[in-house]
């Protein structure tokens, strides 16, 4: 077994504890039914209910707004949990919808959609993308027209997590001119909310049972009320604020899943016979697995040192950007070589080798594209 290095200065006895106890959960009442959600495509609502109510949703999230009040590391170590079990990135998106109403909203905003968030009883997702521009935000086309108290949103949205399931969503949308201080964000509830409809549920690679689908809004309204934090041409600024804490939610996993697949390929390799003898014992093997398992080392390292410095209030915008491409490189670096060393069955889905592969891709992607973060830190040099 890969010796895992959860033990740093974060990671104290109750946020151990804490861990097991989500561990325990996953294994116990979400993994049995992972297949099934991959089939259908997509984890129904009421499977994070439960989640909520134990506090594993929002554990960061303040006691006045029904959260627990714990650090960042405890949100940071459900996704651990979580992605270890092979579950797709749902509740990251819950949580970074989440915390631009806790940074930005109103005190009446967050009293109003915070304890439904942590308790389960509303699943978010962030709207930001269309079909005509992602990297590119400051691009975006949404409108939002205002009409006395009202918002009138018409447009698109693409590629978003949890379109299918959710019943709130954090919207970009354009309320001025062109640019991105023309950027705000608006919530939606979107049960029977007339003129938004879900289109489809995207097919992907990997992720099956996450429910990844286009929006449409025509002529939404919504109080303008619902604006976060009540004023115009903000949105821009608070999508870019939660960066560093949005990024470490891609870090962390990438640490998980790498872990994972040099167990699994470890465990593989040392039972299947090739020429009459285990392939662990062919030099390649264990070469790229020494390769795999040091790479595995490195990440944690460095994850759990992104922790303690979000934890501290000084992981700075760069840093992080760091974690989420490198990370994710890593991550699909390992799953695939450890892939190979499964040979025909590594390319067979019932494995989960296969599984993890195909999931691991979009982490290049998605969160901000690899291309993206390597233009921004790239600004900061030197450091
Ligand atoms: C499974 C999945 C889930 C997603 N979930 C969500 C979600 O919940 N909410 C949401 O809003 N979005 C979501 N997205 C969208 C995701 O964030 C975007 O796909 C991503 O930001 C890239 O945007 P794009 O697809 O439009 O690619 P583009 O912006 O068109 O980029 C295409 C390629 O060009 C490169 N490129 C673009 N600009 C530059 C540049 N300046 N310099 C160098 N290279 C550049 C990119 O790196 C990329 O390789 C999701 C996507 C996927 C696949």
Redesign the pocket.
Known sequence: MLPKLHCHPWMDETIEAFRQEVRRYIAREMVPHLDGWRRQGYIPREVWRPLGELGFLLPEIDEAYGGAGGTLAYQLVVQDELASAEMPANTA?HTISAHYILDFGTETQKQRWLPKLTNGEMLA?????EPG????LQAIRTLARREGDEYVISGS?T????GYTANLLVVAVRTGGAGSRGVSLIVLETENLPGFSVGRRLE?LG?HA?D?AELFFQNVRVPVDNLIGGVEGKGFIQLMSQLPYERMLLAVPAAAVIERAVELTLAYTQERKAFGEPLYELQNTRFKLAECATIAHVVRTFVNDAIQRLVDGKLDDTAAYMAKWWCSEQQCRVTDECLQLFGGYGYMVEYPIARLYADSR?QK????????MK?LIARKLPL
Do not use: H, L, R, W
């Open positions: 998106v997702g962030i709207a930001m993308t521009c992602g990297s590119d949205k590629f978003i997590t949890n992907k992720q996450s990844t979009v992607i998605y969160g901000g594209a690899n291309e993206i233009e």
